[in-house]
């Protein structure tokens, strides 16, 4: 049923998940977005979290990544199972990120910075439960985006589970906004298994406490231009990888790596030149 309205010349005609994500993204800063996986691709995902986190917890020790706290993140989890690099060139939120950002990841124009599991766990204390930007210190706007973050909700996200927090329309704002203001506007976002949460990295977000009986999992991606460093080095990490295809190379980084002397400079500079 459509939308009552009067004296209205203008509007934004009907769209697809992508028109419609585009436009609450410009709107209001964040959008929940139907990945397109199935039931059993969503079964696959889990599965692979727990054994990335898992795999993490026996490389690095579960008691020291907890006393540096880093227990509940998963650095990097495509570094333990291959579903998780599929997971960040998910079309949809490719698609958002090329209208917003500009350009293509095939080329180069934006790409993953960062791509992390995140764990809000039951009952306990969560180091994200804070209002934050994704491009943490920075106050600034921008007439397009720098950076989007695509947060897929691996379990469903619940009020009782902990589920974001968002400051609508702080994408436009400079400053963090009074405590009185953020307690009269901030929305918390629920989303089914399966779903993405994208946000524009420069609005107001946090994680909730957790009152469920469960954990909540979520794996996290920041894609951004690529003047801005990427968290961890992925090529360096991931190194000569075939079965990477070349827009999945340019994506996480190849190419787009910090050069440290004149000679790579030049060799980069023939590289695109021979193209």
């Known amino acids: 049923m459509a939308v009552k309205n009067y004296g209205v010349k203008h509007r934004t005609p009907p769209g697809d998940v992508v028109d419609r994500a585009l436009e609450q993204l410009k709107l209001v800063g964040y959008a929940v977005v139907d990945s397109g996986y199935d039931a059993e691709e969503q079964a696959e995902i889990a599965a692979a979290f727990d054994r990335a986190h898992a795999a993490q917890a026996e490389r690095y020790g579960a008691d020291a990544l907890r006393e540096i706290d880093e227990h509940n993140t998963v650095r990097m989890p495509m570094l333990y199972e291959a579903i998780f690099g599929k997971l960040a060139q998910n079309p949809r939120v490719l698609a958002i990120t090329e209208h917003l950002i500009g350009g293509s990841y095939s080329t180069g124009t934006f790409i993953l910075n960062q791509q992390n599991g995140i764990v809000n766990p039951a009952g306990k204390d969560y180091n994200q439960a804070a209002y934050h930007r994704d491009l943490p210190y920075q106050h600034f706007t921008s007439s397009r985006p720098l950076a989007l973050n ?126």
Do not use: W
């Open 150 to 275: 695509a947060l897929y909700c691996v379990d469903p996200f619940t009020s009782e589970n902990g589920a974001t927090l968002v400051v609508p329309g702080t994408h436009k704002s400079e400053p963090f906004p009074s405590d009185d203001t953020v307690r009269a506007l901030e929305r918390q976002i629920t989303a089914s298994a399966g779903s993405f949460l994208v946000l524009d990295c420069m609005v107001y977000h946090s994680g909730a406490p957790n009152r469920s009986t469960a954990d909540r999992r979520a794996v996290n991606h920041v894609y951004t231009i690529p003047m801005i460093r990427q968290q961890i080095d992925m090529p360096a990490i991931l190194g000569h990888r075939d079965d990477l295809s070349d827009d999945a190379r340019k994506l996480f980084g190849y190419g787009a790596q910090h050069i440290t002397s004149l000679d790579a400079y030049y060799a980069s500079r023939r590289s695109r030149l021979e193209g």
